[in-house]
């Protein structure tokens, strides 16, 4: 997805695996619609709901390469993956640069490869002497364009934004700071498994084998049902005669809160809601990382 801004929908064309959408209204909305991952947009935005890409003075015409100025942590992580995309639609070359003082050593750069390179195994590295953004970018080749992580405490990092630096001293392609979010519980959950409070024990037993289910009525989460309560009661009684307390997983949540409910729900499919606490969705625990 992207806002309005120079080079964004250009960037977020050149990122997206389809048709990337502009967002015009509520950023949840539009990204739970689209399950999107990432947001380009002019500048970083405050809430890390997506992962974000920001362009500046970004040139997508004459560019002969994509760096990755990387320098440890999830920011590094997320330009590294940038920058191989951009390479692959591009059809330029694509690799991750680390660096070190030019009079130290050079054991943290190597480190921060090895730790990218199980996630990028097939994106080049290469280690530069550097002391400042312009010793820097001299080393990179011509026509470049430089994805860095946002900025941390790494001292990396602080060459690249610290006063002096400012991004001036950009390669010639353009600058990509990119930025880091948690997998949310939209964009990973399937539709919504539920039963209506109104089903019959015997009915819903025949029909479902699963441990737990949601109980809605009229979209809205009422409850959740054990299996075992149904077994335990008449094959006529009403699902709402033994259904408990509702227990779910918002939808803007990060994937890790589904860990929360891993002894309740087991396999289970754990109910999604969304903020006015309609039933909007499913999710397993163990989340189908390809998604």
Known sequence: ???RGRGCHELADLLGSQQPARVTADLLDAAVQRRSTMLVSRKLPPSDL???AVPIDFKRSGIKAVVAAVAGGPNSRTAALVARRLGATLGVRAFMASAYRSNGRREGAVS????????????????IGADNARQL???LPKDCLLVIGAPGGNWFQRVLFGPGARLRQKAAGGVVI????????FQVMGAPRFVSPYH???DV???HSHRVLAVADNGAL???VRRSSLMAAGSSTPVAEVMEGSRSVQQSDPVSALAAHGDWFGDSPVPVVDEAGRLVGSVNRRPDPST
């Open 112 to 127: 921060v490869v090895e730790s990218l390179f199980p996630l990028v195994p097939d994106l080049e590295h290469r280690l």
């Open 222 to 224: 009422v409850g959740v």
């Open 205 to 207: 037993l025949r029909l």
């Open 137 to 139: 970018i001299s080393q």
């Open 50 to 52: 997506l992962r974000a």
């Open 200 to 202: 019959e024990a015997g």
């Open 178 to 185: 990119a930025r880091s979010a948690p997998s949310r519980i």
């Open 1 to 3: 997805m992207w806002t």
